[in-house]
């Protein structure tokens, strides 16, 4: 069954630290996605990547960068956390347009 | 540019009515739509998409939506809505020339017994 695996779910994080956020399918799917979602913001697009060792800046990718060292896995990473980081981020991951994205379950981090 | 554009922030119904979410979008072609359904701390899932063809989709749930190309928009509707129903609800385009997904702010649904 298709599939997106995020880790962790919940994450608390200091300032002026570095996180990771992990993401995994399992759909052999070219494109992966991260998503920070905010309440008056709805999804708004991070990085994304076609494939493996391909990163690309979405709308709102300063403070953040991204690896895809392979098909299955896509990070975000935080260098150096700041509390206006605290979101919710969601990868996605889809193949060509013909496929809608499919969702993970979510990271809640916050950053204190 | 394009741009999705969901005009009400929360939508009240009683149990039973029918629903209409309104979609708009911004985009010079015909683009690729997507309805997207998000319970409480869960993540997106997917009830219906239009590509091409027949302007009305049918989704899961008993959920559907109709393109209009005059209209630019993407509305969903639903016969007969159930508080199971209860939920925030996003409107999302791509562009046939690249994968990117562009999103609504969405609309909260709250389905009242």
């Known amino acids: 069954e298709a599939a997106v695996t995020q880790s962790p779910r919940n994450k608390v994080a200091v300032t002026g630290g570095k996180v990771t956020l992990s993401c995994n399918q399992t759909?052999?799917?070219?494109?992966m996605y991260w998503y920070r979602q905010d309440t008056g913001h709805g999804l708004r697009l991070i990085h994304y990547?076609?494939?493996?060792?391909?990163?690309e800046k979405g709308d709102i990718p300063d403070g953040y960068k991204a690896s895809r060292p392979s098909q299955e896995n896509f990070s975000l990473i935080l260098e150096l956390a700041t509390p206006s980081q605290t979101s919710v981020y969601f990868c996605?991951?889809?193949?060509?347009?013909?496929?809608?994205?499919?969702f993970g379950e979510g990271t809640r981090l916050s950053v204190l | 540019a394009q741009s999705v554009t969901q005009p009400d922030a929360r939508v009240t119904v009683s149990e039973g009515a029918s629903l209409q979410l309104r979609c708009k979008y911004s985009?010079?072609?015909?683009?690729?739509l997507f309805w997207y359904v998000q319970y409480p701390r869960q993540g997106l899932q997917l009830l219906l998409k239009?590509?091409?063809?027949?302007?009305v989709v049918q989704g899961v749930n008993s959920f559907e939506a109709e393109f209009s190309k005059s209209n630019s928009s993407f509305h969903l509707q639903k016969a007969s809505v159930h508080w199971s129903d209860s939920a925030v609800y996003f409107c999302?385009?791509?562009?046939?020339?690249?994968?990117?997904?562009?999103f609504g702010d969405g609309t909260q649904l709250v389905v009242k017994p």
């Open positions: 759909n052999n799917h070219n494109n």
């Open positions: 990547s076609y494939g493996a060792g391909s990163t």
């Open positions: 239009y590509y091409s063809g027949d302007p």
């Open positions: 985009y010079s072609a015909t683009p690729y």
């Open positions: 996605a991951s889809g193949d060509r347009v013909n496929q809608a994205p499919l």
């Open positions: 999302a385009l791509s562009p046939s020339s690249n994968n990117r997904i562009f």
